[in-house]
């Protein structure tokens, strides 16, 4: 009986450090992820919704929310700050039917406003 106590202890020592490692990677992921792409993600709710935050945003009210559906594709979901957004979702995610396009102008508009000098 001690034997298997020491054995079960052992497994969950190893359980605990996988955790932490994964963890870890996760973390770092997040952060790498945020340096090179700008945005902040962060699963909210349910294991399918996303918010995602630009480096660049004006306020922190300033996020987009997503849901993974069941085909496995992304929907945007609507927010304050995604109604201000109207022409750009027109243009990009209607039109051109590109998440990334959207993204990557959103961050070149965000980037341009938070750099222009003020006169």
């Known amino acids: 009986m001690n034997k298997l106590r020491d054995e079960v202890e052992t497994l969950n020592a190893k359980m605990r450090k996988m955790k932490d490692c994964y963890k870890s990677a ?38 987009l929310n997503f849901r993974l559906n069941e085909s496995n594709v ?18 990009q995610l209607v039109g051109n039917k590109s998440l990334p396009a959207f993204l990557s102008t959103l961050t070149l508009d965000l980037f341009q406003r938070s750099t222009m000098p003020m006169s």
């Open 26 to 63: 996760a973390m770092e992921l997040r952060e790498v992820v945020y340096m090179l792409f700008g945005y902040r993600i962060d699963r909210v709710g349910s294991n399918t919704n996303y918010k995602i935050s630009s480096m660049y945003a004006e306020s922190p009210d300033d996020y």
């Open 74 to 91: 992304l929907d945007m979901l609507e927010t304050p700050y995604s109604a201000s957004l109207k022409a750009l979702i027109q243009t």
